[in-house]
């Protein structure tokens, strides 16, 4: 009975004496030395000796006669007390920054738990379980520990941490944590991200421990690094010092134990996931791509082409693709998607390249020529099949070479240069988008109509075949206008390049013609025309060389007339033989034979007419004309 007395005073003495941190001179004490702001003090007048003391809690000479003093900002205080019998004493207070500890709960097989302390801010730990189990840890390189729960279900595991000698005032961390998850890992993504990095994205069930594991190829997998999550949050880590351009990689996330040599989990591990290895190559009307990869577990494959999903949901085994719908010199990027059945996608880098066609043109082979004021105006019909960027135009005049005349950007062209005297001719090519340039057309030679004039005014109009459409002239047609450009009348010539014009006709001295080609191609309904021929008819003179003016008829031989086409002003003057003007008149009036009245003598007389035609040129004629009488 004596010696449980003697135990229970001293535990009861160990128990007072805990805590109790002694002065400079040990003239007081405080229930605590060092802790995490806010911190709070007592001061402990062991001695009796204190009666009215004065306290400067923060050294700074305020004092103040409260025995609590609550610290909020961290550092190093010097707590003094001024007692009045003996002087002076002080203690050194530390007040530590109030940081919640950086903790780790991995959950291990059969309702085991690990923790993991992963800083060293304070010196010692303590681990509540939640069920009724606390441990101490101290800081080291391995500030770990674990624990068996007797039953499954849900505990707050709260981990604390103190300085030496500190109080157990620091913020805590707390985790709750079940035993009864299931350690399944989910890759969510995995990209290129340059030629030698790949990013992961992935979703961890929260407190399990992973490792991350990769295969170059078809090899086995080997690991990389440990993943762990307290959130179940999507992360993502870079795999850098990679060969994107030359491997495909695969990778997987597997679960396990650390409680038992870190061994994998039976089940919870996420299926392979693999990037690939891409080339791009950019032919002749097509972007074609290959590329490696393990097809395992993929349930379809998408190619993005310059960020749109072009092509979607090709079959899993597909390792090749040719792009042919294309244009040309368009710069095509091109990534790879591997689709798998838990959501999960890879993506590839991204291939580029500028596309380009080679190809031969459609020629140009449908041409329309009309000739307007010694200007030749060419308008052709383009092949849809091919959009045009530049159109060369050649000539050539007299059947000699040809050479660039021109350039157009639109299927027509004016030649200002023409000359139907030159006979020139045509050729057009072109250059498409695609830099491909077509082959030089048939020549195209414009209709060029010339005419001769009779000394009887008959007009006979000659020109040349068309040249310029594939399937030829169905026939030609030639108009005929007045001075004015009013038509007159339309002849359909067939196929014939001539026509004589013998109309009589005294009314249109000046007269003009054009020729219209008409196709044999129904489609083309714009004519090929030729250019104007304006004809001059010529005032033909017409008079008697004798007369009989002596009233016995016939009436035409009884006056000297001088009559014509396209007169419009007439000067008509008769002279003697010897020179002696006996008539003139400027109103084309006849000479009856007489002068002031009086018949004239048979004889033979001269001559002069000046005509002005309706055109306003002018012509002098003369002869002789012989007065008789019966």
């Known amino acids: 009975m004596k010696r449980i007395l003697i135990l229970l005073i001293f535990l009861a003495v160990a128990t007072v004496s805990v805590g109790q941190y002694k002065s400079r001179l040990e003239q007081f004490q405080v229930d605590e030395q060092r802790g995490c702001a806010p911190f709070t003090i007592n001061f402990i007048d062991y001695l009796n000796k204190c009666g009215t003391c004065a306290f400067d809690y923060l050294g700074n000479g305020v004092q103040v006669a409260t025995t609590t003093f609550q610290y909020t900002t961290p550092g190093n205080y010097t707590f ?5 019998s003996v002087g002076v004493d002080d203690i050194l207070i530390t007040v530590d920054p109030n940081t919640p500890p950086d903790v780790e709960v991995y959950s291990c097989s059969v309702n085991q738990v690990f923790v993991k302390v992963a800083n060293k801010l304070y010196d010692e730990y303590r681990i509540n379980y939640g069920d009724g189990t606390i441990r101490n840890i101290f800081a080291s390189n391995n500030q770990i520990d674990q624990n068996t729960y007797a039953v499954g279900g849900t505990y707050p595991i709260k981990v604390e941490g103190r300085k030496q000698n500190g109080a157990w005032n620091c ?39 992973y490792r991350l594991e990769i295969a170059v190829n078809s090899t086995n997998f080997q690991p990389v690094k440990f993943l762990y999550s307290n959130t179940g949050a999507i992360a993502s880590t870079t ?43 950019i032919q002749n ?29 090709l079959p899993a085994n597909t390792l090749t693709f040719s792009d042919g719908l294309i244009d040309c010199k368009i710069n095509y990027c091109y990534q790879v998607v591997s689709k798998y059945p838990n959501g999960a996608e890879s993506i590839s880098l991204e291939k580029c390249g500028t596309s380009f066609i080679r190809n ?33 135009i050649f000539k050539s005049n007299n059947q000699g070479a040809f050479f660039l005349q021109g350039k157009s950007t639109a299927p027509q062209f004016s030649d200002a240069t023409y000359s139907t005297a030159s006979n020139s001719c045509y050729k057009i090519n072109y250059v498409d988008k695609c830099d491909n340039t077509s082959a030089e057309s048939s020549p195209i030679c414009p209709i060029r109509l010339t005419y001769t004039l009779s000394s009887g005014n008959e007009v006979t109009l000659t020109w040349n075949d068309y040249l310029g459409w594939l399937a ?14 009013s038509l007159i009348k339309s002849v359909d010539v067939g196929n014939a390049t001539t026509l004589v014009d013998k109309d009589i006709d005294n009314v249109n001295q000046i007269v003009s013609y054009r020729v219209f080609a008409i196709a044999n191609q129904s489609s083309l309904t714009d004519p090929s025309i030729s250019n104007y021929v304006e004809v001059y008819k010529t005032v033909n003179l017409f008079y008697p060389t004798a007369f009989t003016p ?17 007169i419009d002003k007439l000067e008509l003057s008769i002279f003697d033989r010897w020179g002696s003007l006996i008539f003139y008149s400027d109103k084309k009036e006849a000479w009856d034979g007489t002068q002031s009245g009086q018949p004239m003598p048979i004889a033979t007389y001269v001559w002069t007419a000046n005509v002005t035609d309706i055109s306003g040129q002018t012509y002098k004629r003369s002869g002789t004309v012989v007065l008789l009488r019966k």
């Not at 003094?80 to 009045?84: A, H, L, T």
């Not at 995995?190 to 979703?203: F, G, N, P, R, V």
């Not at 030829?472 to 450009?485: E, Q, S």
Request: hydrophobic share 35%; net charge negative.
């Open 80 to 84: 003094r007390v001024i007692f009045q």
């Open 171 to 209: 913020t805590p961390t707390t985790i709750s944590y079940s035993t009864s998850a299931t350690p399944m890992a989910t890759i969510n993504q995995l990209k290129a991200i340059s030629t030698s990095s790949l990013e992961l994205q992935y979703t961890l069930v929260p407190f399990f421990q």
């Open 239 to 281: 795999i850098d010092n990679l060969r994107v351009d030359d491997f495909y990689y695969c990778f997987r996330i597997v679960p396990i134990d650390p409680c038992n040599s870190s061994l994998p989990f039976a089940t919870g591990s996420s299926g392979q996931v693999c990037s690939q290895n891409l080339d791009l190559t």
């Open 285 to 313: 009307g097509s972007n074609k791509l290959d590329w490696q990869t393990s097809v395992t577990g993929i349930s379809s494959v998408d190619i993005i082409r310059n960020s749109n999903p072009d092509y979607p949901n």
């Open 360 to 392: 031969n043109p459609t020629s140009i082979t449908n041409t329309t020529a009309v000739v307007e004021n010694e200007n030749a105006l060419l308008t052709w019909i383009q092949d849809p099949a091919f959009v045009p960027t530049e159109y060369n």
């Open 472 to 485: 030829g002239v169905l026939r030609y047609r030639v108009d005929k206008y007045n001075r004015a450009g």
């Open 550 to 566: 002596d009233n016995k008829g016939p009436i035409e031989n009884e006056v000297f007339n001088i009559s014509g086409q396209f």
